[in-house]
Each structure stands twice: as structure tokens, then as C-alpha cells.
């Protein structure tokens, strides 16, 4: 059985840190700062009330809000499910926002791989109260991806505002779902091992980064485009182990990559400081903006800075990317 990466990554890879190393790509090259550090375990993030950046702590169920001019870290949820400590990843993955309420997506913390709490979509009520609104994982179970899998409720990495729900991609089950706030649960649109990771939209159109299946070639990691029931559209490629997207001003996308995959072992992340913060080009090329992050899981564009987290719970800023 061919394993999907995404669904064992090792988020117990201790961080070195990250240096920026110039490069030669067509773009302009910047060199990342230091905002904030000590998160435990950065994943998904996004920008929230007051312009603020929210990330994602897995490692102790928690949300924190990060002040993009001071790099102040302050708690805005805790009391969602902890990642498990022996699978070394889940917990919470991603945050999302509509209005002002947020939503958490929780994974690997079900009974198939011996955790107790629900796979889904949590609405954070208050600082320390939830509601599950979607069992993601109990449908996920009840219907299984055509491609190979292992952990029956899948492994989630992302999810993004959609219409009346959201969108969530699962790397393990090689799908993006479609989650209505009634809790509903469907296949919005399933692909080859192609492992679909981070998100983002514009109006109907959503932009979505591949992992690429193992050994994760540069060539695989890409950003693509589609609608509900349109052809898929390639629109860059060249993102070794590509984990986000974002849209700039005047449609211009970004992609953040992980970095090179030396490991024999699936799952297991990107080797430290190789991770590149990238352009798309009109001729579906990739130029590199920055390099040399250490690991990095998502990245937010906030008055066009890029600020960039990575596994070991960083928060990196590279100014004027859009």
C-alpha cells in the first residue's frame, strides 16, 4: 500500500531555527525576521479580528493571537483536543473565522488511533468552550477515498470559508470535503495521490497546494485552481513539498514550500531550513522570495508581508512580498 505522506508527518521534529540564505530566482529575495516564538507547534493560521494573526497550536490545544507589529503572543482559545503525543501529529490543524466567531479544525484525536474525541469542525464559543458542529471523522469512516488509506477519519489539514461552510482538504484521503454549518458532510471534489494541503479562494475559484506523493519532487509541489465541477487548472509548479497558497493583489498567487525530502520514512517532514517562501509566474514557473525557512505549515499576507509559522512554533515576517 502506497501511504499518503501528510498522514503521519512528524510534528515532533524539533525546529533549528531558520536561516534565510539569498538566492538566484527571478523575483526579488528578502530576508524573513523573527516575530514570535514558543508557540507549541505551529500549523494552520489565519488573520482574524483586529487585523491579527491567529495560529494554530496543536501540541497543547490552543489558539493564539500574535500582534504582527509587536509579535506579542496572547491566548485567544485553549481546551481543544491535545495532539496525541505517540502519533506526533493532529490536534488542531487550522482556525477560521466568520465574523467574528472562530472555528477549529481538530484531527487524529478519534478512537481509530486511540484518542477520544471527535475529528471535525469546533466553533469556539468562548475561551475555554466548544461546540463540535461537524463529525468529520465518523463520515469520513462511513466513506472511504477510492485512493489507499490507513487511518479511517483521515488526516485534515486546512479549511477555508465557503459559501455556507467551509472547504477542508484531507492529504491522507487525497479529497477536499465540503462541510455546510448544518454540519453536514460531502466529497466536494477527490483526486490521485496528489496529498491536497493548504487552501484559498477567490469568490467561486479555489487555489489549493499539492504535497506531491513521495519523494515529493519540486515538480509535484504545485498550486492548482478549480470550481465546483469544473477541470482542474495547474497554475505553478516547481514547490518542493508544498503545504500553502494565498492570493496577492492583482490576482498574483503565492505558495509556500516546505522544503527538499530526503527521509525514506513517509510522513516525515521537509529537511530543516530548506523551506521557500515563492512567486507564480504567468508561464507557471516559481521564483523564490525567501529561503532557508526552517519547516514551515502556513503562511497569512497581511498589507502585503508574508508572515510565515513554522512546525517549531515560530512566527516569521518578510516584508513587502505583495
Given amino acids: 500500500m502506497t501511504k499518503t505522506p501528510l498522514a503521519l508527518w512528524a510534528l515532533v521534529v524539533l525546529v533549528l531555527g531558520l536561516s534565510p540564505v539569498a538566492s538566484a530566482g527571478h523575483a526579488r529575495t528578502h530576508s524573513p525576521t523573527l516575530l514570535a516564538a514558543g508557540l507549541q507547534g505551529g500549523l ?36 481543544l483536543p491535545k495532539q496525541i503525543a505517540a ?16 472555528y ?47 487511518v479511517p477519519t483521515g488526516v485534515q489539514y486546512a479549511m477555508e470559508r465557503y459559501r455556507d461552510g467551509f472547504l477542508v482538504t484531507d492529504g491522507h484521503h487525497n479529497r477536499v470535503l465540503r462541510v455546510k454549518d448544518d454540519g453536514s458532510v460531502s466529497e466536494f471534489r477527490a483526486f490521485g495521490d496528489i496529498v491536497p494541503t493548504g487552501l484559498a479562494l477567490r469568490g467561486n475559484e479555489v487555489y489549493m497546494a499539492e504535497a506531491g506523493p513521495i519523494p515529493h519532487l519540486p515538480q509535484d509541489g504545485k498550486i492548482v485552481s478549480f470550481r465546483a465541477g469544473s477541470p482542474v487548472t495547474e497554475q505553478a509548479a516547481g514547490g518542493p513539498l508544498m503545504v500553502d497558497v494565498e492570493l496577492g493583489c492583482g490576482h498574483r498567487l503565492f505558495g509556500l514550500a516546505q522544503g527538499h525530502w530526503s527521509d525514506t520514512d513517509p510522513g516525515t517532514p521537509a529537511d530543516p531550513n530548506t523551506g521557500q517562501l515563492l512567486a507564480a509566474s504567468r508561464d507557471g514557473s516559481m521564483s523564490v522570495i525567501a529561503e532557508g525557512l526552517n519547516q514551515p505549515t502556513s503562511f497569512e499576507l497581511i498589507d502585503g508581508d508574508a508572515y510565515v509559522v513554522t512546525l517549531g512554533g515560530e512566527v516569521w515576517k518578510v516584508d513587502d512580498v505583495a
Avoid: C, Q
Fill in 104 to 150: 477549529a479544525l481538530v484531527t487524529l484525536v478519534g478512537t481509530d488511533v486511540g484518542g477520544g474525541d471527535t475529528v471535525g469542525i469546533y466553533r469556539v464559543n468562548g475561551p475555554h468552550s466548544f461546540t463540535v458542529v461537524a463529525d468529520i471523522g465518523a463520515w469520513a469512516a462511513s466513506h472511504p477515498p477510492s485512493t489507499d488509506y490507513f
Fill in 87 to 102: 502519533i506526533g501529529l493532529g490536534g488542531v490543524m487550522d482556525v477560521e473565522f466568520v465574523g467574528h466567531t472562530a
Fill in 44 to 79: 494552520g493560521s489565519t488573520v482574524g479580528p483586529g487585523g491579527k494573526l491567529y495560529v494554530a497550536e496543536p501540541r497543547e490545544g490552543r489558539i493564539s493571537r500574535v500582534d504582527t507589529r509587536t509579535g506579542a503572543v496572547t491566548t485567544f482559545a485553549s481546551g
